[in-house]
């Protein structure tokens, strides 16, 4: 008994797994439902998953589909299914790993009580089983789906969204684990998450981010951003102080950026470390500092005659204008 937070084929698989490891060892031959994920149609022919035949191969027992609308031939499995649902209704419990942790402390008991048909208790039985041996080589349940990467950098899976390095916007196979999720592009892995079970939720590496950025229009001043907060402690400091007075950190580094093109890296470093010893992270006082001009008027007005800015005219003596009282 172990509870998922889905119902697809990897889980489906990692049950399975877990069980042959609880009994150390598989049955060699396993009765199952008509559900897609094992039984794809029945007519005109009966046709099995693929994916779900290819993990039956790998551990080596056969499978036997239940015949449709005959209930008696899984009799007891639902009685089992019945007893679960009364359990998980009388079982509070926090998340899955906490319920699946109180569900095998049930198990165990449960498997130790006599039952009723055999008159005695499974774990007893179990010793007797004639299982076929674990494979060497382990198991890695999955599911593939194709994926298309987004503009910004995204892939949607679940209704979440997980970012891939730089690529351009195509096609990629995402392999779905029970705990993470790989992303493949060509044959080659590109991106590792982990999985995430809510629902919209926005996960990306930090590695990642260069490509989003690349397509929105602020990209120069978010990349010039990332530089100066990099380049030395001090001015990291004077971006976050200045932030903290309510400037805005991205434009503090561009301009930042712009005194740099103007003095060197040394005397800027040493006028902001005097700007931040004095607790006056502002732009201001370093052009102040440096002794460099106040910046001009970057958009002048001019006229749309330009012939305008050439006119002359005769000045006249102040006396005529005597005459008009």
């Known amino acids: 008994v172990r509870f998922y937070p889905r119902r697809t084929l990897e889980f489906f698989q990692d049950g399975h797994i877990e069980a042959f490891r609880e009994t150390s060892g598989v049955p060699r031959k396993r009765r199952y439902g008509n559900r897609t994920r094992d039984v794809i149609r029945r007519t005109p022919e009966l046709t099995l998953n693929a994916r779900f035949m290819d993990f039956c191969r790998h551990y080596g027992f056969g499978v036997h589909p239940c015949t449709v609308r005959r209930p008696n031939e899984k009799g007891r499995v639902e009685r089992v299914i019945r007893d679960i649902k009364d359990y998980l209704r009388v079982t509070p419990c926090e998340n899955i790993a906490d319920l699946n942790k109180q569900a095998s402390l049930w198990r165990q008991e449960r498997n130790k009580r006599v039952h009723r048909t055999t008159e005695r208790p499974p774990v007893e039985m179990l010793k007797e089983e004639k299982l076929i041996a674990l494979p060497q080589i382990p198991y890695h349940p999955r599911r593939s789906v194709f994926v298309v990467v987004s503009k910004t950098g995204l892939v949607s899976f679940e209704t979440n969204r997980y970012s891939v390095p730089a690529q351009p916007e195509t096609t990629l196979e995402l392999l779905a684990y029970p705990e993470h999720i790989e992303l493949h ?33 602020n990209f120069k001043y978010q990349r010039i951003y990332q530089l100066m907060s990099g380049m030395d402690p001090a001015v990291r400091n004077f971006i976050s102080a200045a932030e ?75 006396s005529e204008y005597d005459k008009l009282k």
């Open 185 to 217: 592009y060509q044959g080659k892995k590109i991106a590792t998450h982990k999985r995430s079970f809510g629902r919209s939720q926005k996960i990306e590496n930090p590695l990642h981010r260069e490509r989003a950025l690349s397509v929105t229009p």
């Open 244 to 318: 903290e007075d309510g400037q805005d950190p991205v434009t503090v580094a561009y301009e930042l950026f712009l005194l740099l093109r103007q003095v060197s890296k040394g005397m800027l470093l040493s006028t902001i470390r005097e700007a931040n010893a004095g607790g006056i992270c502002r732009i201001r006082l370093l052009v102040h500092l440096l002794n460099l001009p106040q910046k001009a008027q970057e958009n002048p007005v001019y006229p749309q005659d330009g012939r305008l800015l050439s006119i002359t005219y005769q000045e006249r003596d102040l």
